[in-house]
């Protein structure tokens, strides 16, 4: 005898296009009609005519399907894809802005440029594809990958840039502990979405990288993720009591950590600190480099103007703002600032309409990462933070900073495709 209840689901699914929806709603359709069925059996109905009432009790199969087909289709964040489209597109004037100066060697920019626009769309679009629940039951993976890349670092650096140990690859292309960031994100997700995990559990898996970061000597790195972590930790749903231990704890850590480092910095390290606070005083040092670039940014205009001479050598990575401001202006520089900002508002509103939690954490730890960068960026061009080495999200020369960036924006969009699959009134 054919199952009532199975014939009506098969005829309901027909109707459904996403292949991630039709296995959503035979698992959420299929328990609301065994629960109609019990409640019809405990009304004293026998197991047939109950089923019979369930089934009717749903209305007409081919409706609902159609119902549900318009509610559960996958949607695409038309918002995200235009800005990043125009976020590429921006991103070639830097190399312009190096061919203005008269820089020999533009082909091999502009070829990299090239590559990775086209290795970006790829990937977001790969990304967007792929269902990003996946992810989270291979968090001690992710984790162990990101510790693997920080622990090789360590022990076997093969050249150090800017004093920062890494490991190459091929050509110009480092190991670098930039690489672990993604894992560690992605672990921190799944860890802080599991209950399971006790509270020294948390406080061990977040304080080894970190220390292996700090070991590393990249404190960008190590910024981004304590900022990370820290604001995943206090949107997740673990218990607020231990979410404040799990806060106190590597605070005070931290904080005997920096007193211990203020105490025993070296000379060109307290140097360096000086030269950020009163660059007037090391023009011909470490301040020279902060009165080189508020020179640059006093003469811009609001329209720019051309030659930025001796800072070439850095204009297209972690100082393209201050070339591009001085290359195209203030008015440029604050469309380009609120075009990168619409990528963490845009961020924000889907965070807020999403319920899933592991979905949230992933969306508020991306939402930190992107702003870290973005905002000491700004800052750093301005001469509010210390020069280090954090990009302009996509703008800045670099393969990996981009990909890693690219990376976050393919997980919201992942996530925002797959936000209405969720079951509801119909």
Known sequence: MVNRGDSFLSEVI????????????????????????????????????????????????????????????PRVDWWMIFLMVIIMGLSFLPIISLWSTGYSDMSHFLSERIFLVVLTAIVVLGLMMYDYRKLEKHGWLFYSIGVVILLVINIFPSVYLNGEPMIRIIGNNFLRSFMALPFLFLAGASFMNNVNLKVWHHCILFLFPLYLLLSIGNFSVSFIYISMAFVMLWWSKLDKNKVLVMTVVPLIMLIIGGLYFWYNLKEYQLDKILAWLNPENYPDEGGFIYLTVRELLSTAGWFGTSGIGEFTHSAHADFVLVSLTYNYGYLF????????????????????????????????????????????NVGMTLGIFPITSISLPFISYGLMPTLFNTFLMGIVLSIFRRKDLTFGSV
Do not use: C
């Open 14 to 73: 027909k109707q459904i296009k996403s292949k991630e929806a039709k296995s959503f709603v035979r698992s959420e359709l299929g328990f609301h009609l065994k629960e109609a069925k019990r409640m019809w059996v405990e009304k004293g109905f026998d197991y047939q005519e109950a089923e019979r009432k369930a089934v009717n009790q749903m209305g007409s199969p081919i409706q609902l399907g159609q119902r549900l087909n318009k509610l559960h289709q």
């Open 333 to 376: 520089a604050i469309v380009l600032v609120f075009i990168l900002s619409l990528f963490a508002v845009r961020m924000m509103v889907i965070a807020h309409r999403i319920h899933g939690q592991y979905a949230k954490l992933l969306l508020v730890g991306g939402i930190t990462i992107y702003v870290v960068q973005f905002v000491y």
